[in-house]
């Protein structure tokens, strides 16, 4: 029964495209780089050419359409399904996507804290603590921290000062930066991977405390690993892409 379900689910997803190019190369757009294939410029979802901000960063999303099969499978190429998104879905609306990730930092996971069990309200504590403290530091946004379950309001000052840092962000860092807080909960995590304060994959570990502390006391289930390292995996390609997205200078 269960396997008849799946295979009438799979037959109901839309088939993929086959790959119908041969050659992936880059090419000068202006003051970008566009990808071609066969010589033809691609397009985002919305029909734009989909032109890179740097050399490094086309030529990785290149090397994910020379890397499809027989079929152009988009879960496959997280950092074009990037670059759509800051393409089609931020560059025309930065000040709306902006307010959506300040909606991070009015309820950031690292300011919700637990009174007990002991071990992880310490485990918490050592772990999200420094990372408050860098974002009051480099950002200049002060954190309160409660072990209510009750929502608590942010200070304005604080709110304004991480507005402040994601509207400094062009589109493609942008779009990283709200991809990055999404996984994590966290606009503080976005934001310390962002300026390379922390690595991804340890910002990962950092919003997972709980599940980890719970997986040590009680086992670990295999489909909330296979989340996890599904979101780490997300994390990481978000990232990679703010990284390669860099301008120099």
């Keep these: 029964m269960v396997e008849d ?3 009438k689910a799979a037959a109901l997803r839309p088939a993929l495209p086959k790959r119908f190019y041969t050659a992936v190369t880059v090419v000068a757009e202006g003051e ?3 990808i071609a294939l066969d010589g033809r410029p691609v397009k985002t ?3 734009r050419v989909l032109s890179l901000p740097t050399a490094p960063l086309a030529e990785a999303v290149a090397a994910e359409w020379a890397a499809q ?3 152009i499978d988009p879960t496959r190429m997280p950092l074009t399904q990037l670059a759509n998104t800051g393409i089609d879905g931020i560059a025309d ?3 709306e996507v902006a307010e959506s990730f300040v909606t991070f930092a009015r309820a950031d996971l690292l300011c919700y804290r637990v009174a007990y069990p002991e071990s992880l309200a310490q485990a918490q504590a050592e772990t999200w603590q420094p990372l408050l403290d860098w974002a009051e530091a480099a950002l200049g946004a002060r954190f309160r921290v409660t072990t209510e379950i009750s929502p608590i309001d942010q200070p304005e000052e604080s709110i304004s000062a991480i507005r402040t840092a994601c ?3 062009d589109p493609w860092r942008l779009a990283a ?4 807080a999404g996984v994590y909960g966290s606009a503080v995590l976005a934001l310390a991977v962002l300026e390379g304060h922390i690595a991804p994959e340890h910002a990962s570990a950092a919003a997972r405390v709980d599940e980890t502390h719970q997986a040590a006391r009680w086992g670990e289930d295999a489909e909330a690993r296979r989340r996890a390292d599904a979101l780490a995996e997300e994390a990481a390609s978000a990232a990679r892409f703010a990284e390669l997205a860099r301008r120099e200078g």
């Excluded at 930066?177 to 990055?180: D, K, V, Y």
């Design 69 to 71: 099969d027989a079929v």
């Design 32 to 34: 970008g780089f566009a």
């Design 45 to 47: 979802p919305k029909r």
């Design 177 to 180: 930066l709200h991809t990055l």
């Design 5 to 7: 379900k799946i295979r």
């Design 167 to 169: 509207t400094a962000c």
């Design 93 to 95: 609306t930065v000040a």
